[in-house]
């Protein structure tokens, strides 16, 4: 499986090569986190991504016939309608695109967004 092939790869050497010791990463990223005894940023973590993603779309569908697939793209869907419907409530297209509805413009006016 996905996770398998991941922990047979070169990733661990790739690590070795670009870790950086004198970054320090927040606890939060490195305190347990759910199944995972070194935190979110762990390579359990990382390499599980994928899986537990489908999972999570499962989960959030209980009780309906649902293939993964099906259920990752009903979680999408609804993650497009409630973000369309909140731009629609609050300033129709232009709120997406860093403007307020007065028409002025939302970032510091260089063009760069």
């Known amino acids: ?13 790739e690590k070795e090569r670009l870790e950086d010791p004198t970054v320090a990463y927040p606890e939060y990223y490195t305190q347990r986190f759910h199944a995972y ?36 793209q009903k979680l999408r869907d609804s993650y497009n ?6 731009i629609a409530a609050h300033g129709g297209a232009q709120a997406a695109h860093g403007r307020g509805g007065d028409g002025e413009r939302g970032d510091d006016g260089d063009g760069d967004g």
């Not at 070194?38 to 993603?53: D, I, K, M, R, Y």
């Open 1 to 13: 499986g996905i996770v398998r092939d991941l922990e047979g790869s070169a990733v661990y050497a």
């Open 37 to 72: 005894d070194e935190g979110n940023l762990s390579w359990q973590a990382a390499f599980e991504v994928e899986p537990a993603t489908y999972s999570m779309a499962l989960r959030a569908f209980k009780g309906e016939a649902l293939s993964w697939q099906q259920a990752q």
């Open 81 to 86: 309608r409630c973000v369309l419907e909140h």
